[in-house]
C-alpha cells in the first residue's frame, strides 16, 4: 500500500488538510519503539488504496529531540511527501522544503492558508515558484476544502524538485532570492485576530486574558459535563441499566461472593451506582457517567484553543514563572493536558529538551496536577461539604506545586533552557478537526479507562473478600491515623489509587469521614503515586532510574503534606 505523508513545520496546517484527506479508519499509534504519537488513516485515492500520515511538526530534518526523530524516520519511509506550507510565511516553511528537494524525496507542495493571504495584503505567484522549486505547488485551504481536490489530482506528480546542494547559511539566502522573485506585500489593516494576537501576548492585558479564558473554559467544561450526567447519561443509567442489574442482582439473591463481586452491596436494600461498588454497577458507572462528561467537555475545550492557536501565548506568559520552577513556558502545555489526563501529560514531557527539565515536570504533574475524572469526583464529593474544604483541596495543590518546583530547581544541577516557541497566527478552527481530534481521544480514555476500573474494582473486592485489606489497615494504622487522622478502612482507596485515581475518591464517600478527613483524603490521593497508566508512560519517559526517584519523592511528600494538614485543619 502506498505511504503518504503529510510533512511541514508545527502549526501550518497540516491535521486540516490530513482529515479532508482520509475517511474514517483512523487511529493514533505509537512509532515502534517509541512513545511517540502519530495519526494515520487509509483511504482510497484516485482509484487506489493509500495509508495517510500526519508526520509530527518538524523545522528540518536534522532533529533535535525524539519526536523530529520519528518524524525524519517516517519521512525516509514515504512514497510520497505533502509538503504542506504556510503560504502566509512562506520564508521559514521554505528551509524544510528545500531539504526535501535536496535530498531527493517524491515532493508535492500544499500552500495552505491560502484564503489568509488576501487578508494579509500577500500576493504569491505560484506558477513562479513551482518552475523555481521544481516541484508541483497547490494552494490550499484546509478550513474550506479549497484546493483539496486537485492536490489530489496531482498527487501523481509528486518527484523530486531541483536538486541544489547547499549549506546552512546558503540555504537561506537561496530562500530569499526564492521569496523575492515570487511574493509581493501590499498594505492591509489589521484584522479583530490581529489585534487580539497582540493584546494576549503583552504581560498585563496578556495575564488578564488568560484569567479570563482559563476562567470561562472551565466554567464551560463544568457546563458541559453537568448537563450530559444530569439530563442524559444518568436518567440513561437509571432508566435501561438499573433494571438488568435489579434482575441480576435479585438472581444470585442479594449476597453471596458473585453478588459482591459483579453487583456490590445493597444500600438500603438498593443498588447505589455510587457506592456498591460492583463491577456492574460502580465499575461501569463512575468512567461513563461521573467522568467520560468532563472528559469530552476537557477536550472539546483543548482542541478549540490548540486549533485557534492560543496555548503557544500562554507558553509566552508564563514563562517568566516556570523559569523559577526550573522549566520553560512550554511545560505550561504538559499540565493542561495533565488536567485532562495524565498520560497525554506526560507524553507531551518528550517536547522538553533535557532529562532535568523531563524529571521536573513530570513530577509536579504527577503530583500536584490531578486528572479531569479526579478532578470531577473530588468536585462531586467534596464539594458537597461547601466551598471552602473544596478550595482547601486545590490550593494546598497549586501551593505544593510551587513550593515543589522551587526547591528540585534549587537542587537538581543544570540550567532551565530559553523558550524558543513558533506562535501562530489566531485562526478559527475547524469544526471538523476539531470533532475527529475529540472522538480520538474520547476513544483513547474509554479503552485505557475502563479496564483499569474493572479491574480495579475486581481487585478490591477480592482483597476484601480474602481479608488482605484487613490485614492492610492494621499494618499502615499508624500511618493513616496517627500522622494523616484517616480511619484504617481508607487503605482501600489508597490501594485503588494505583489503578484509578478518580474511583480511589470515590471510595472515601462511604465512609463518612469528617470534612477535615475528607480534603486530607483528596490530597494524598491525589499526591501520593501517579496511576498505574500514567506511571507505564513516565517510566518510558524518564527511564526507571528517575521513576524510582520522582516515585520516592511523591510518597515521602505524602507522608509530608498529610500530617502538615491533619495539624493546621
Not at 20 to 49: D, I, M, S
Given at each position: 500500500?502506498?505511504?503518504?505523508?503529510?510533512?511541514?513545520?508545527?502549526?501550518?496546517?497540516?491535521?486540516?488538510?490530513?482529515?479532508?484527506?482520509?475517511?474514517?479508519?483512523?487511529?493514533?499509534?505509537?512509532?515502534?519503539?517509541?512513545?511517540?504519537?502519530?495519526?494515520?488513516?487509509?483511504?482510497?485515492?484516485?482509484?487506489?488504496?493509500?495509508?495517510?500520515?500526519?508526520?509530527?511538526?518538524?523545522?528540518?530534518?536534522?532533529?533535535?529531540?525524539?519526536?523530529?526523530?520519528?518524524?525524519?524516520?517516517?519521512?525516509?519511509?514515504?512514497?510520497?511527501?505533502?509538503?504542506?506550507?504556510?503560504?502566509?510565511?512562506?520564508?521559514?516553511?521554505?528551509?524544510?522544503?528545500?531539504?526535501?528537494?535536496?535530498?531527493?524525496?517524491?515532493?508535492?507542495?500544499?500552500?495552505?492558508?491560502?484564503?489568509?493571504?488576501?487578508?494579509?495584503?500577500?500576493?504569491?505567484?505560484?506558477?513562479?515558484?513551482?518552475?523555481?522549486?521544481?516541484?508541483?505547488?497547490?494552494?490550499?485551504?484546509?478550513?474550506?476544502?479549497?484546493?483539496?481536490?486537485?492536490?489530489?489530482?496531482?498527487?501523481?506528480?509528486?518527484?523530486?524538485?531541483?536538486?541544489?546542494?547547499?549549506?546552512?547559511?546558503?540555504?537561506?539566502?537561496?530562500?530569499?532570492?526564492?521569496?523575492?522573485?515570487?511574493?509581493?506585500?501590499?498594505?492591509?489593516?489589521?484584522?479583530?485576530?490581529?489585534?487580539?494576537?497582540?493584546?494576549?501576548?503583552?504581560?498585563?492585558?496578556?495575564?488578564?486574558?488568560?484569567?479570563?479564558?482559563?476562567?470561562?473554559?472551565?466554567?464551560?467544561?463544568?457546563?458541559?459535563?453537568?448537563?450530559?450526567?444530569?439530563?442524559?447519561?444518568?436518567?440513561?443509567?437509571?432508566?435501561?441499566?438499573?433494571?438488568?442489574?435489579?434482575?441480576?442482582?435479585?438472581?444470585?439473591?442479594?449476597?453471596?461472593?458473585?453478588?459482591?463481586?459483579?453487583i456490590g452491596n445493597l444500600i438500603n436494600g438498593e443498588i447505589d451506582f455510587g457506592l456498591s461498588f460492583g463491577l456492574l454497577t460502580t465499575g461501569l458507572y463512575i468512567p461513563i457517567v461521573a467522568v467520560l462528561p468532563y472528559i469530552f467537555s476537557f477536550y472539546l475545550m483543548l482542541g478549540i484553543l490548540e486549533d485557534f492557536g492560543y496555548l503557544p501565548r500562554l507558553a509566552v506568559l508564563v514563562d517568566n514563572l516556570m523559569h523559577k520552577l526550573g522549566l520553560h513556558g512550554y511545560a505550561i502545555i504538559s499540565m493542561i493536558l495533565g488536567l485532562g489526563c495524565n498520560v497525554p501529560g506526560a507524553l507531551a514531557t518528550r517536547l522538553l529538551e533535557n532529562r532535568r527539565e523531563k524529571f521536573i515536570a513530570s513530577t509536579l504533574m504527577a503530583i500536584a496536577v490531578p486528572c479531569m475524572a479526579q478532578i470531577a469526583v473530588i468536585v462531586g464529593l467534596v464539594g458537597r461539604r461547601g466551598f471552602l474544604p473544596l478550595g482547601t483541596v486545590f490550593f494546598t495543590l497549586f501551593i505544593l506545586w510551587v513550593s515543589l518546583?522551587?526547591?528540585?530547581?534549587?537542587?537538581?544541577?543544570?540550567?532551565?533552557?530559553?523558550?524558543?516557541?513558533?506562535?501562530?497566527?489566531?485562526?478559527?478552527?475547524?469544526?471538523?478537526?476539531?470533532?475527529?481530534?475529540?472522538?480520538?481521544?474520547?476513544?483513547?480514555?474509554?479503552?485505557?479507562?475502563?479496564?483499569?476500573?474493572?479491574?480495579?474494582?475486581?481487585?478490591?473486592?477480592?482483597?476484601?473478600?480474602?481479608?488482605?485489606?484487613?490485614?492492610?489497615?492494621?499494618?499502615?494504622?499508624?500511618?493513616?491515623?496517627?500522622?494523616?487522622?484517616?480511619?484504617?478502612?481508607?487503605?482501600?482507596?489508597?490501594?485503588?489509587?494505583?489503578?484509578?485515581?478518580?474511583?480511589?475518591?470515590?471510595?472515601?464517600?462511604?465512609?463518612?469521614?469528617?470534612?477535615?478527613?475528607?480534603?486530607?483524603?483528596?490530597?494524598?490521593?491525589?499526591?501520593?503515586?501517579?496511576?498505574?497508566?500514567?506511571?507505564?508512560?513516565?517510566?518510558?519517559?524518564?527511564?526507571?532510574?528517575?521513576?524510582?526517584?520522582?516515585?520516592?519523592?511523591?510518597?515521602?511528600?505524602?507522608?509530608?503534606?498529610?500530617?502538615?494538614?491533619?495539624?493546621?485543619?
Amino acid at each position: 500500500m502506498k505511504k503518504i505523508l503529510l510533512v511541514g513545520n508545527p502549526n501550518v496546517g497540516k491535521s486540516a488538510i490530513f482529515s479532508r484527506l482520509t475517511g474514517v479508519k483512523v487511529v493514533v499509534a505509537n512509532y515502534p519503539g517509541t512513545t511517540v504519537e502519530y495519526t494515520k488513516g487509509k483511504t482510497r485515492l484516485l482509484g487506489e488504496a493509500v495509508e495517510i500520515i500526519d508526520v509530527p511538526g518538524i523545522y528540518s530534518l536534522s532533529p533535535t529531540c525524539k519526536a523530529e526523530e520519528v518524524a525524519v524516520k517516517m519521512v525516509s519511509e514515504a512514497d510520497v511527501i505533502i509538503n504542506v506550507v504556510d503560504a502566509t510565511n512562506l520564508e521559514r516553511n521554505l528551509s524544510l522544503t528545500l531539504e526535501l528537494i535536496e535530498k531527493g524525496y517524491p515532493v508535492i507542495i500544499a500552500l495552505n492558508f491560502w484564503d489568509e493571504t488576501k487578508h494579509k495584503g500577500i500576493n504569491i505567484d505560484v506558477d513562479k515558484l513551482q518552475e523555481l522549486l521544481g516541484v508541483a505547488v497547490v494552494p490550499t485551504c484546509g478550513l474550506t476544502g479549497a484546493g483539496i481536490r486537485e492536490l489530489v489530482m496531482r498527487m501523481r506528480e509528486a518527484k523530486p524538485g531541483k536538486k541544489v546542494d547547499i549549506d546552512y547559511h546558503l540555504r537561506w539566502q537561496k530562500i530569499g532570492e526564492i521569496v523575492n522573485q515570487v511574493q509581493k506585500l501590499t498594505h492591509h489593516h489589521h484584522t479583530f485576530l490581529q489585534i487580539l494576537e497582540e493584546l494576549s501576548i503583552k504581560p498585563f492585558i496578556g495575564l488578564l486574558l488568560a484569567f479570563f479564558v482559563i476562567g470561562i473554559s472551565f466554567v464551560v467544561i463544568r457546563f458541559i459535563g453537568e448537563s450530559l450526567i444530569n439530563y442524559i447519561l444518568d436518567p440513561a443509567f437509571e432508566n435501561t441499566w438499573r433494571p438488568v442489574v435489579t434482575k441480576i442482582s435479585q438472581a444470585l439473591g442479594g449476597k453471596g461472593l458473585v453478588h459482591y463481586i459483579l453487583i456490590g452491596n445493597l444500600i438500603n436494600g438498593e443498588i447505589d451506582f455510587g457506592l456498591s461498588f460492583g463491577l456492574l454497577t460502580t465499575g461501569l458507572y463512575i468512567p461513563i457517567v461521573a467522568v467520560l462528561p468532563y472528559i469530552f467537555s476537557f477536550y472539546l475545550m483543548l482542541g478549540i484553543l490548540e486549533d485557534f492557536g492560543y496555548l503557544p501565548r500562554l507558553a509566552v506568559l508564563v514563562d517568566n514563572l516556570m523559569h523559577k520552577l526550573g522549566l520553560h513556558g512550554y511545560a505550561i502545555i504538559s499540565m493542561i493536558l495533565g488536567l485532562g489526563c495524565n498520560v497525554p501529560g506526560a507524553l507531551a514531557t518528550r517536547l522538553l529538551e533535557n532529562r532535568r527539565e523531563k524529571f521536573i515536570a513530570s513530577t509536579l504533574m504527577a503530583i500536584a496536577v490531578p486528572c479531569m475524572a479526579q478532578i470531577a469526583v473530588i468536585v462531586g464529593l467534596v464539594g458537597r461539604r461547601g466551598f471552602l474544604p473544596l478550595g482547601t483541596v486545590f490550593f494546598t495543590l497549586f501551593i505544593l506545586w510551587v513550593s515543589l518546583g522551587f526547591m528540585l530547581n534549587k537542587i537538581l544541577k543544570g540550567e532551565t533552557p530559553p523558550l524558543l516557541l513558533e506562535i501562530p497566527p489566531y485562526r478559527i478552527p475547524i469544526l471538523t478537526v476539531v470533532i475527529k481530534k475529540l472522538s480520538w481521544r474520547i476513544k483513547g480514555f474509554l479503552f485505557a479507562a475502563i479496564p483499569y476500573v474493572l479491574l480495579g474494582v475486581f481487585v478490591v473486592n477480592m482483597l476484601y473478600a480474602l481479608k488482605v485489606i484487613d490485614f492492610l489497615a492494621k499494618i499502615f494504622t499508624p500511618v493513616l491515623k496517627n500522622i494523616w487522622g484517616l480511619p484504617p478502612s481508607a487503605i482501600s482507596a489508597l490501594l485503588v489509587g494505583f489503578l484509578r485515581k478518580d474511583v480511589a475518591v470515590g471510595m472515601l464517600g462511604p465512609l463518612n469521614l469528617t470534612t477535615k478527613q475528607l480534603i486530607i483524603g483528596s490530597v494524598i490521593l491525589a499526591v501520593y503515586f501517579p496511576c498505574v497508566a500514567t506511571f507505564v508512560v513516565l517510566t518510558r519517559e524518564l527511564g526507571i532510574r528517575d521513576m524510582i526517584k520522582s516515585a520516592m519523592l511523591m510518597i515521602v511528600i505524602a507522608i509530608i503534606v498529610g500530617g502538615i494538614l491533619n495539624l493546621i485543619l
